[in-house]
């Protein structure tokens, strides 16, 4: 009986499993077969249309590497600066820790809370308007407490040897932490980084409440730019009642993803090259 | 500039960079009680949070969040009833029945699960599940707040699973084995001692769940209509409080008036809410992390 009991609630908690896997495998199907004939160079290479058959991403594709790549400018130096102070300086300070406490609260902040902070801050007050810098800025506040977050653990990997070494050689400790502890501990850095813009590519709410348009028939052209992004376009097509707009938010969803597992991947292939030279 | 001299320098920069996180919640905290302040004073408080109809954007105004805060409520509640059991359920057969390897495979899976953009989950919500629950359910309204909280739980369930799972894994093995050599088997050990060991840690998962069923957006923004009203069938469109910040987004109300307020005062709402459950969560997941060091 115990036995049986036993058996039954594997089965249960596997099938919780199961059922996860099983949606995300019929969601991608899904989108593929709803998407993937409308894919093409054209839809790759035209920009948006009232005509259905005839619009394409490539304005949202640049709108939305223009953001991500700025975003990255932003969140880099700040986050890897702030993980640096917790993590070889403050570690011990009171102020310190109420930092680090403020960091994990704000990792769970809705993101439409930041377009708020992003429409109040930037566009209005700051006077950046509906700029590529405006939703990079926003999206960068958004990232920072993960790339903080990434930044610490990969500080921690850095063996206390090194920084030791360094001293024992004269070296000051800014010195310690530029020379060796940041060259040995960036790929972790870079991962965390490439992580956390492939989150933010993908963010929408924040960028539709700093009121990134739904039209932008042209793709950016400097950071004073107006813009508008992958999944700000895919919400503007699958909210149109036509089943043709369904289609594209579709393959446009394929194109999103697509760049979405490229990140990944290059996110992958810089921590495997840091875990085999680690080894060696 | 002596070496010393520049020491200093840098750990200042270095420590405004720290800072910059703070500011942002300053900011946060600023940018909407200014603006929820001004509405305030044209809307008394009291009214805001008492009033049962949400009529900002029609010539006869209403200003009662109820509605939004109902609909919010009734999403999340869908979505947790998916999220808690089969997250909690993944989590106690990854950390008790799976061998290793089915571990390293599932679990970048789950990620994936959860990486993917919330737009997407709301395309799927409304274009594969709502017609696909309509079959069974012939009265469901193609705005609902059924599929948009199904697909929500569907999302959620990895963050519930991987932070449940951490806590498990966190219980020492001398307490698993202490149960084993009583004679119980892994169902027993599972549910009388390692889950209620890792009790607070799973508490804060599940609370971390709810706080972000409540300040999900895109999916609920596509799926689930944009009708604020004061129901729990799940079955009619409803509005939740970030659908409405993105529907008053995508028009063009102007600054200073009072309808662009109301997204200030409904985001306020929306924070205070949020930061509370996170705060909440922190801070037994800090009471976890002590038990057993």
């Given at each position: 009986?115990?036995?049986?009991?036993?058996?039954?609630?594997?089965?249960?908690?596997?099938?919780?499993?199961?059922?996860?896997?099983?949606?995300?495998?019929?969601?991608?199907?899904?989108?593929?077969?709803?998407?993937?004939?409308?894919?093409?160079?054209?839809?790759?290479?035209?920009?948006?249309?009232?005509?259905?058959?005839?619009?394409?991403?490539?304005?949202?594709?640049?709108?939305?590497?223009?953001?991500?790549?700025?975003?990255?400018?932003?969140?880099?130096?700040?986050?890897?600066?702030?993980?640096?102070?917790?993590?070889?300086?403050?570690?011990?300070?009171?102020?310190?820790?109420?930092?680090?406490?403020?960091?994990?609260?704000?990792?769970?902040?809705?993101?439409?809370?930041?377009?708020?902070?992003?429409?109040?801050?930037?566009?209005?007050?700051?006077?950046?308007?509906?700029?590529?810098?405006?939703?990079?800025?926003?999206?960068a506040l958004l990232a920072l407490p993960v790339v903080i977050l990434s930044?610490?653990?990969?500080?921690?990997?850095?063996?206390?040897?090194?920084?030791?070494?360094?001293?024992?050689?004269?070296?000051?400790?800014?010195?310690?932490?530029?020379?060796?502890?940041?060259?040995?501990?960036?790929?972790?850095?870079?991962?965390?980084?490439?992580?956390?813009?492939?989150?933010?590519?993908?963010?929408?709410?924040?960028?539709?409440?700093?009121?990134?348009?739904?039209?932008?028939?042209?793709?950016?052209?400097?950071?004073?730019?107006?813009?508008?992004?992958?999944?700000?376009?895919?919400?503007?097509?699958?909210?149109?009642?036509?089943?043709?707009?369904?289609?594209?938010?579709?393959?446009?969803?394929?194109?999103?993803?697509?760049?979405?597992?490229?990140?990944?991947?290059?996110?992958?292939?810089?921590?495997?090259?840091?875990?085999?030279?680690?080894?060696? | 500039?002596?070496?010393?001299?520049?020491?200093?320098?840098?750990?200042?920069?270095?420590?405004?960079?720290?800072?910059?996180?703070?500011?942002?919640?300053?900011?946060?905290?600023?940018?909407?009680?200014?603006?929820?302040?001004?509405?305030?004073?044209?809307?008394?408080?009291?009214?805001?949070?008492?009033?049962?109809?949400?009529?900002?954007?029609?010539?006869?105004?209403?200003?009662?969040?109820?509605?939004?805060?109902?609909?919010?409520?009734?999403?999340?509640?869908?979505?947790?009833?998916?999220?808690?059991?089969?997250?909690?359920?993944?989590?106690?057969?990854?950390?008790?029945?799976?061998?290793?390897?089915?571990?390293?495979?599932?679990?970048?899976?789950?990620?994936?699960?959860?990486?993917?953009?919330?737009?997407?989950?709301?395309?799927?919500?409304?274009?594969?599940?709502?017609?696909?629950?309509?079959?069974?359910?012939?009265?469901?309204?193609?705005?609902?707040?059924?599929?948009?909280?199904?697909?929500?739980?569907?999302?959620?369930?990895?963050?519930?699973?991987?932070?449940?799972?951490?806590?498990?894994?966190?219980?020492?093995?001398?307490?698993?084995?202490?149960?084993?050599?009583?004679?119980?088997?892994?169902?027993?050990?599972?549910?009388?001692?390692?889950?209620?060991?890792?009790?607070?840690?799973?508490?804060?998962?599940?609370?971390?769940?709810?706080?972000?069923?409540?300040?999900?957006?895109?999916?609920?923004?596509?799926?689930?209509?944009?009708?604020?009203?004061?129901?729990?069938?799940?079955?009619?469109?409803?509005?939740?409080?970030?659908?409405?910040?993105?529907?008053?987004?995508?028009?063009?109300?102007?600054?200073?008036?009072?309808?662009?307020?109301?997204?200030?005062?409904?985001?306020?709402?929306?924070?205070?809410?949020?930061?509370?459950?996170?705060?909440?969560s922190t801070w037994l997941r800090e009471r976890f992390r002590e038990e057993?060091?």
């Open positions: 009986m115990r036995k049986q009991a036993d058996l039954l609630f594997h089965a249960v908690s596997l099938a919780a499993l199961v059922i996860a896997l099983v949606a995300l495998a019929v969601l991608v199907f899904d989108i593929v077969a709803d998407g993937g004939s409308r894919l093409s160079w054209q839809f790759l290479t035209n920009i948006a249309s009232r005509h259905p058959e005839e619009a394409g991403v490539y304005h949202a594709l640049m709108g939305s590497i223009w953001v991500i790549l700025l975003t990255g400018a932003l969140a880099l130096p700040i986050g890897v600066a702030a993980a640096v102070y917790l993590e070889e300086y403050g570690t011990r300070s009171r102020l310190a820790r109420f930092i680090e406490l403020n960091i994990a609260n704000l990792a769970a902040v809705p993101s439409i809370i930041y377009g708020l902070l992003g429409l109040g801050l930037f566009v209005r007050f700051l006077g950046m308007g509906q700029s590529v810098m405006a939703g990079a800025s926003t999206l930044t610490r653990e990969a500080l921690r990997t850095v063996p206390s040897t090194i920084r030791e070494g360094s001293y024992a050689l004269g070296a000051t400790k800014w010195q310690t932490i530029w020379n060796q502890v940041l060259p040995m501990a960036l790929p972790g850095i870079l991962t965390g980084l490439i992580l956390s813009l492939s989150r933010a590519i993908g963010e929408t709410a924040p960028l539709i409440a700093i009121g990134a348009l739904t039209y932008i028939p042209f793709a950016p052209d400097g950071i004073w730019s107006k813009f508008t992004v992958l999944p700000i376009q895919i919400f503007n097509w699958v909210s149109r009642p036509q089943p043709e707009f369904k289609v594209n938010a579709a393959a446009g969803i394929l194109v999103l993803l697509v760049l979405l597992v490229s990140m990944n991947a290059v996110a992958i292939v810089v921590r495997d090259r840091f875990q085999r030279r680690g080894r060696a | 500039m002596s070496t010393r001299t520049l020491e200093w320098i840098v750990e200042r920069m270095l420590f405004l960079c720290a800072l910059l996180s703070v500011l942002t919640t300053a900011g946060i905290i600023g940018v909407l009680a200014l603006e929820t302040f001004e509405f305030l004073r044209e809307v008394p408080v009291w009214d805001f949070l008492t009033g049962t109809e949400w009529t900002p954007l029609f010539s006869n105004r209403q200003f009662g969040v109820l509605p939004l805060i109902v609909g919010t409520v009734l999403v999340s509640s869908i979505a947790m009833v998916v999220a808690l059991p089969m997250g909690l359920l993944a989590a106690v057969y990854l950390s008790e029945y799976a061998p290793d390897g089915v571990r390293r495979v599932v679990k970048p899976v789950l990620e994936i699960l959860a990486g993917v953009p919330t737009v997407v989950y709301g395309y799927f919500a409304l274009t594969f599940v709502t017609p696909l629950l309509q079959q069974v359910l012939p009265t469901l309204s193609g705005f609902n707040a059924l599929s948009p909280g199904l697909v929500m739980g569907l999302m959620i369930m990895p963050l519930v699973s991987s932070l449940s799972e951490d806590a498990m894994q966190a219980v020492p093995r001398g307490l698993r084995e202490g149960s084993y050599a009583l004679g119980a088997t892994r169902m027993q050990t599972a549910l009388k001692v390692v889950v209620p060991a890792a009790f607070s840690g799973i508490t804060a998962a599940f609370i971390l769940a709810v706080s972000r069923a409540i300040g999900e957006t895109m999916i609920v923004a596509i799926a689930a209509g944009q009708q604020p009203r004061l129901t729990g069938n799940p079955f009619v469109p409803i509005e939740t409080m970030t659908a409405y910040i993105v529907q008053v987004s995508l028009g063009d109300t102007p600054q200073g008036t009072i309808e662009y307020r109301t997204i200030f005062a409904v985001g306020m709402l929306l924070f205070l809410m949020t930061f509370g459950l996170n705060l909440i057993y060091v």
